[in-house]
């Protein structure tokens, strides 16, 4: 199944495309422009990838309009690869030194999907000790980028430790949502007491 999803530059580009904005159609020539390919290559990539049933299409007026289909098997495994290649999310893995001692990094599902914030949740929690200036940079860029704001918390590992021992409530939250890990590893994230 890999190889139908991975074998070209384009598809890459057209997946990163589509699971960027999950919630977008594009016809044809938009795409083009997105992805900056020959149309041919773009057509031949949906085509492939619409055998795939990893994109379906739909006529609207005389375009013809592709998506993301959010039923293939995949969907979630690519949505966590393509926030980890475009956007904030690699923003923030390209510039992890800068940023500090960075333990964990997650994107809330409703995030990755560009679904609005839950009342009292965060799209971005990170765990470390975090050059906050250059965290704040990225956050504001992205915003700009997506025309919203973004909901962030940041906490020390002591601190996020301490508040997943105590179960606090905001904390729980976070972890009992569905999630993009960025940097890091779930069983970190989710773990009883976090470890030392």
Same mark, same amino acid.
């Given at each position: 199944?890999?190889?139908?999803?991975?074998?070209?530059?384009?598809?890459?580009?057209?997946?990163?495309?589509f699971l960027y904005?999950?919630?977008?159609?594009?016809?044809?020539?938009?795409?083009?422009?997105?992805?900056?390919?020959?149309?041919?290559?773009?057509?031949?990539?949906?085509?492939?990838?619409?055998?795939? *049933?990893?994109?379906?299409? #739909?006529?609207? $007026?005389?375009?013809?309009?592709? !998506?993301?289909?959010?039923?293939?098997?995949? !969907?979630?495994?690519?949505?966590?690869?393509?926030?980890?290649?475009? $956007?904030?999310?690699?923003?923030?893995?390209? *510039? /992890?030194?800068?940023?500090?001692?960075? /333990?964990?990094?997650?994107?809330s599902g409703r995030?990755?999907?560009?679904?609005?914030? #839950?009342?009292?949740?965060?799209?971005?929690?990170?765990?470390?000790?975090?050059?906050?200036?250059?965290?704040?940079?990225?956050?504001?860029?992205?915003?700009?980028?997506?025309?919203? #704001?973004?909901? !962030?918390?940041?906490?020390?590992?002591?601190?996020?430790?301490?508040?997943?021992? /105590?179960?606090?409530?905001?904390?729980q939250g976070i972890?009992?949502?569905?999630?993009?890990?960025?940097?890091?590893?779930?069983?970190?994230?989710?773990?009883? !007491?976090? $470890? $030392?």
């Open positions: 199944m890999l190889k139908e999803i991975m074998v070209s530059k384009v598809r890459v580009k057209l997946l990163q495309t904005q999950p919630d977008e159609i594009f016809y044809v020539r938009q795409l083009v422009r997105k992805v900056g390919e020959e149309i041919n290559a773009v057509r031949r990539e949906l085509s492939r990838m619409e055998k795939a *049933n990893i994109v379906k299409k #739909e006529p609207r $007026g005389n375009r013809l309009y592709y !998506y993301f289909n959010r039923d293939h098997l995949l !969907y979630e495994d690519l949505l966590s690869m393509v926030h980890k290649t475009v $956007g904030l999310g690699k923003e923030i893995i390209k *510039n /992890k030194s800068k940023l500090g001692r960075v /333990k964990l990094v997650m994107f995030f990755a999907r560009r679904l609005p914030t #839950e009342e009292g949740g965060v799209d971005l929690l990170v765990v470390g000790d975090i050059n906050m200036q250059t965290l704040v940079k990225l956050v504001r860029t992205e915003e700009a980028k997506l025309e919203r #704001e973004i909901n !962030y918390t940041v906490m020390t590992k002591d601190e996020f430790n301490f508040r997943k021992k /105590k179960r606090d409530p905001f904390l972890l009992l949502g569905s999630r993009i890990m960025i940097i890091g590893d779930q069983e970190d994230l989710v773990a009883k !007491y976090g $470890g $030392g």
